[in-house]
């Protein structure tokens, strides 16, 4: 099998639609889960495709034997929307390759990181006619909408998904070429409120002074999120953090990702954050509040002199160890209700939740991972937390008994979730080498 056929295979896959979130798209979304399955089972795995009450769950798996580790791979096939559609340089679903770079939306986010674990145990396959390990792959089509159906999913099965643990290629590198592996993962709780004042939008000359104004009134809250250094101001926020060991921060002083890397790629002047850390360490493995959305009032060309009858924000926590989503989502609203300026009354929309997750990169399975990406890179691996959050590593946890390793592929500037996505082909191959290279060192342990 070439390499160029690896790639075309991609671009096949990276052709359907299935953006998870939208009505329009349900038949391209089971499209590509079919398509994934037919892949699946002519490599000879035994392959299920399972209806959800939402997308359905491709689960495969070669013969199991006694003796042997099981490794599950977590993939899924579903994609973020594509708006806004004008800032996109070519087609999203009508993948071109420039530079070596394959630009299309999943491209990173995950096609092409779960598809080269697929390529790699097929290589393996036609080599040697077996793996070293008991594989399952579990491959969903709601990633990019929560999962609401993959752990009610895991728990109908559990038994059958039983694995030793669990391998996710679904974040990132520190920078191209070097190998990563993701320790840690932020939690993540979803908060949004809605201020209403008058029954209707006055005129700010002839009310202005009299009525609160519920834009205003939404500014004051978002203000009151932080203090001048960065330090999120709600009581008690802080309180149950677990600190960063003393390695960490040193590992992390030496990672290519510094200050001006970051300027450089976020296109900002100057960067900002809680005051006693470094930008790593803020966007890794401290807890933040952050705004989403906010708005009220007219939004037209020009100007409009109105008090608006509501405002709304949206806001969501990055959490670090030991952080628990609800009880942050209780002192957010605690927060919000204690700094509600008078005049306006709120509704308190509590939204979704996962849970931060950490493992030992020096454990058993740990030190496999670390050997199976030196051997696909030729260099020791980075080892960093990730900043984003994936809910369902901790269902894997909580269901399964299971730990997860996070061996990502994707680039800084690989714009998962933006117009442009993309992913180098030298990062398909290199997911695949590591494929074949991690079921040798799992069979190891």
């Not at 509040?289 to 409009?304: F, T």
């Not at 058993?364 to 080892?383: C, D, I, N, T």
């Not at 299971?402 to 714009?415: E, H, I, N, Q, V």
Request: charged content about 20%.
């Amino acid at each position: 099998m070439s390499q160029d056929h690896h790639v075309e295979e991609l671009l096949t896959l990276l052709r359907f639609a299935s953006i998870s979130t939208d009505p329009a798209h349900k038949e391209q979304t089971q499209a590509c889960a079919d398509w994934i399955a037919a892949k699946l089972t002519g490599m000879g795995l035994k392959t299920e495709i399972h209806p959800t009450p939402g997308h359905p769950v491709v689960v495969a798996r070669n013969e199991h034997k006694p003796g042997r580790r099981t490794l599950m791979i977590y993939g899924h096939y579903d994609v973020q929307p594509v708006d806004p559609l004008n800032l996109w340089d070519s087609p999203p679903f009508e993948p071109v390759i420039k530079d070596g770079i394959i630009y299309a939306r999943g491209s990173t986010d995950n096609k092409g990181q779960f598809l080269a674990h697929i390529q790699g145990v097929e290589e393996t396959l036609k080599e040697k006619g077996e793996l070293p390990v008991n594989l399952i792959f579990l491959i969903e089509g709601e990633e990019e909408i929560g999962s609401p159906n993959l752990t009610p999913f895991l728990q109908a099965h559990k038994d059958e998904l039983k694995c030793d643990l669990v391998a996710v290629s679904d974040t990132g590198m520190v920078a191209p070429g070097v190998p990563t592996f993701s320790y840690g993962l932020r939690g993540l709780t979803a908060v949004e409120v809605t201020l209403k004042g008058p029954v209707m939008d006055l005129h700010s000359g002839i009310f202005g002074g009299a009525v609160a104004n519920p834009a205003t009134a939404v500014a004051r809250l978002v203000a009151s999120l932080h203090d001048a250094n960065g330090h999120v101001q709600i009581e008690g926020f802080y309180d149950d953090v677990a600190p960063l060991q003393s390695w960490e921060r040193d590992a992390w002083k030496d990672l290519p990702m510094d200050d001006a890397a970051l300027k450089s790629l976020t296109g900002v002047q100057e960067l900002f954050g809680e005051a006693g850390f470094s930008s790593i360490e803020r966007t890794t493995a401290r807890p933040t509040a952050e705004v989403n959305g906010i708005g009220g009032g007219y939004q037209g060309p020009g100007s409009k002199t109105v008090l608006p009858s509501k405002a709304m924000a949206k806001f969501t926590f990055r959490l670090v160890p030991n952080q628990d989503p609800a009880k942050i989502q209780d002192l957010v609203v605690k927060h919000l209700e204690k700094h509600l300026p008078p005049g306006v009354e709120m509704e308190i929309h509590r939204g979704h939740s996962g849970s931060p997750y950490l493992v030992d990169p020096q454990s058993g399975f740990g030190v496999a991972a670390q050997r199976a990406l030196e051997a696909s890179f030729g260099r020791k691996p980075a080892l960093i937390r990730e900043g984003g959050s994936i809910p369902i590593v901790q269902a894997f946890k909580t269901v399964l008994g299971a730990d997860t390793l996070l061996l990502g592929f994707a680039l800084p500037d690989c714009r998962a979730h933006s117009p442009n996505e993309n992913y180098p082909v030298e990062n398909l191959h290199a997911c695949r080498r590591l494929n074949r290279a991690l079921l040798e060192e799992i069979a190891k342990v």
